[in-house]
């Protein structure tokens, strides 16, 4: 099946600071999400982003599909935006019946004031 | 978007005992999921909620002890049977917009019910 790999695993920022956050997949994918899960489990939907690139506000992300990498962008880090990042992908099965929705092993952030 | 809750949030339970978790989505909904997160791993998908028919499951998961049901596009149940400490996770229910499975569409998480198994 796919596989998915995020980096970098860990990061600490100073509030205010920018940073890029990565998601490389192993295959063609049809679907791409990015979550943000908070200290309290729940996961939040930043970007559907299968190709392209989207902003909201602080965030922003890009997919580049033909070379199966994805980025998230976050500028003026704030210490709401500590949690864990995580991509992830969908695409066919082999045998094109039913979907792979693979998760990456995630992106951990804190935001220090 | 699609907002979705789960019941319970949170239990601790006994081992050999039962739970069951409800997922209910405030709109109909093409596909419903569950996945499973462990302590401090990524989101693994269980299983693939089927209206009308039986789960579609991941390698490793068997509905011998996760069966799952659908009755309708807005509502589904996980149930983890028999448990063991080693089911003490975070278990989240997912739903999927669009008009066909073959489409794959945005993907939206209920809050997720954390499980603590003695």
Redesign the interface.
Known sequence: GIQVEQSPPDLILQEGANSTLRCNFSDSV??L?W?HQNP????I?LF?IPSGTKQNGRLSATTVATERYSLLYISSSQTTDSGVY?C?V?NLRRDNY??N??????TRLSVLP | SAVISQKPSRDICQRGTSLTIQCQVDSQVTMMFWYRQQPGQSLTLIATANQGSEATYESGFVIDKFPISRPNLTFSTLTVSNMSPEDSSIYLCSGQLGTSVRFYNEQFFGPGTRLTVL
């Open positions: 049809n679907n999400q979550f309290w489990g729940q996961l939907n559907y995580f992830a969908t039913g979907q929705f693979v998760f990456g092993p995630g």
